[in-house]
């Protein structure tokens, strides 16, 4: 399997543009998969770079309805005529952040809802026996406190957001099991116990963010909840690709105590299994 990132916050080399956004190229023995598609036409750009033909992707999956991970989807469209794009129904609703100066919207695009190659998955949705969605993620730990900020507009009203719009990927190939997260709003920790009530056992590989740091990198979670999120980490025989919302000084404490279990997967950074 080849897991290619497109698009992240950070970039190592001068060629591959950044942003915040996160957007995976994935190969498997069947597929050629695009896990988010970042904020705008940039995972386009990269992917050229690359040496990636977008035009031969068959299946997108946009874990949640916020702009830094379906921003690219109208572009998408436009330059890939077959692909089938799983999302959740309730990621086209109205989502915001909070910021110093009011509400700013954060959602996805609505003129793409109703294209006819758009597929609304339920909970549990088996795409075929490689690739697996599921969602409905039960709150075994507390979602972290960054998540507050965030607020679905229901009947004129700013109110938490409960997340029903965010999906995981599962892969499964050549007995691998990897799971692809976007932000793991709903706890990356809830997500691998999902996991594990699902396959049996803790993933192989993990990657994606974990909404350790707010959008401009200066908040982040406390000392004590990074720690305690690497120890319940490190519990599990598993190897973690992290990126995007997780921010660079969280980053830097999980590697203290994960250490090799744990790298950063900018745009460019490319992972075989």
């Not at 399997?1 to 190229?25: A, K």
């Not at 077959?82 to 910021?99: H, M, N, Q, R, T």
Request: hydrophobic letters at 35%; one cysteine or more.
């Amino acid at each position: 399997m080849r897991i290619v990132s497109l698009v992240d916050n950070i970039s190592e080399r001068s060629d591959i543009g950044s942003e915040h956004g996160l957007s995976f190229y994935i190969e498997t023995t069947n597929h050629k998969i695009l896990f988010d598609l970042g904020a705008s036409a940039l995972f386009s750009k990269n992917a050229e770079i690359l040496g990636i033909d977008l035009e031969l992707v068959d299946t997108v999956i946009i874990s949640h309805g916020h702009y830094d991970h379906g921003g690219g989807l109208k572009h998408f469209m436009t330059i890939n005529q077959k692909a089938k794009i799983y999302i959740k129904k309730e990621a086209f609703l109205d989502y915001y952040s909070i910021k110093e100066d009011g509400f700013e919207y954060i959602g996805l695009d609505k003129s793409s809802s109703n294209n006819p190659r758009i597929i609304f998955a339920d909970n549990d949705f088996k795409i075929d026996s490689e690739l697996q969605l599921f969602s409905g993620v039960k709150t075994l730990e507390e979602r972290y406190s960054l998540n507050q900020q965030l607020k679905e507009k229901r009947k004129g009203e700013y109110l938490e957001d409960n997340f029903l719009h965010e999906q995981n990927l599962v892969i499964e190939e050549n007995n691998t099991n990897v799971l692809i997260a976007g932000c793991a709003h709903n706890g990356i920790v809830n997500i691998i116990h999902s996991f594990i009530t699902k396959t049996g056992s803790a993933p192989d590989y993990v990657f994606g963010g974990f909404h350790l740091a707010s959008s401009d990198g200066v908040k982040h979670e406390s000392e004590e909840v990074i720690n305690l999120l690497a120890k319940t980490l490190n519990t599990w025989d598993t190897k973690y690709f992290t990126c995007h919302c997780t921010g660079v000084k969280p980053y830097r404490m999980l590697k203290q105590i994960l250490n090799e279990k744990i790298n950063y997967f900018s745009a460019g950074k490319e992972i075989n299994t």
